[in-house]
């Protein structure tokens, strides 16, 4: 359950004065948030600089689908930054932590997300995904081995997590919009469900970073002129196919990329992986499943978000999710259980 107690603003006045070296006067500015409890505010100290604070109310709570005890040990996003940071992925700086109070301090990234920045430089869009492709295939590589007892190591795409999110899906993208499977229709979609989750939880693992789209990439001017992309909201990484965050990044629900984009993309991971032309195909193949499953799962959360979190902020985007997944279905030659999903969806949406 959210937290609905005060924020303690006097912790985080305590921590920016820690990390400012002296005594400062609290001057924070709420940002604004995404789909999770986190809160955040953009922290001045008088002299020209500025910080984030990250406020996690649910901090001490588990993951509320992949179930790890994470108790007595560090937060998984101070751990996964770690992590990340030590094998060359451009993450946030850690200024201070103040994690009794549900706070840590670290770089202000500025407000250019990918998706913001593209707005207003659209003629940089090739480059920028070419970039973040890149980097994704660096950090697959860098990322290959885990230290021993890694929280991401703890954590997986299994097939229970898969088939939940499909689930997920039909109780929120379909039921609670009051769009009813018969019994025909429910036992087609359960055996789609597990056919996905299955097939998907059956190919080897690595590092995924989950949520590995648009708004969660900041771009960052670097001391020569050039961007950077610096990686955010990793804290809920865990090992899964190596295709799942191309899936965030080249099927994203706030992005319209055409089918040759896609595939380009593809082909330039498939050459900074060293992947011959049968394995590129294999990427294609696993690319559409993840798409299926992943994007029903966000059409739903979607859903979920706005009735239970009271945010529509993300209801604009169900119905284009869901045509994403409608369209990898089409790709796909996958016997029966796709074939009858496809079928289905068909007849339920139109």
Known sequence: MTS???IPLDALERLAGR?????VRLNATEMPGGASTRRFFRVAFGDGQTAVAMYFPDASQPDEIVKV????????FLEVRDLLAERGVRVPKLLGEATEDGFILVEDLGDD????????????RTRLYQQAVSDLASAQEALADLPSGSIVGARAFDEDLLKWEVEHFREWGLEARDIHLDADGASTFEAAARHLAREISS???GFVHRDYQSRNLMVRSTSDGSAE??????????????VYDLVALLSDSYQTFSREFIDERLDEYAELRGLDSAERKSVGREFDMVTVQRKLKDAGRFVFIDRTKNNSAFLEYVEPTIEKARAALARLDDGKNLAALARLLDRLLG
Do not use: N
Request: proline share 11%.
């Open 4 to 6: 609905t107690a005060p």
């Open 19 to 23: 990390v400012a070296g002296r005594s």
């Open 69 to 76: 005890d994470e108790s007595g040990r560090r937060w998984p």
């Open 113 to 124: 997300t990918l998706a913001r920045y593209l707005d207003g430089h659209p003629d940089e």
């Open 203 to 205: 190919w080897p693992r």
């Open 229 to 242: 992309l610096v990686w955010i909201d990793f804290q809920d990484g865990l090992m899964g196919p190596r």
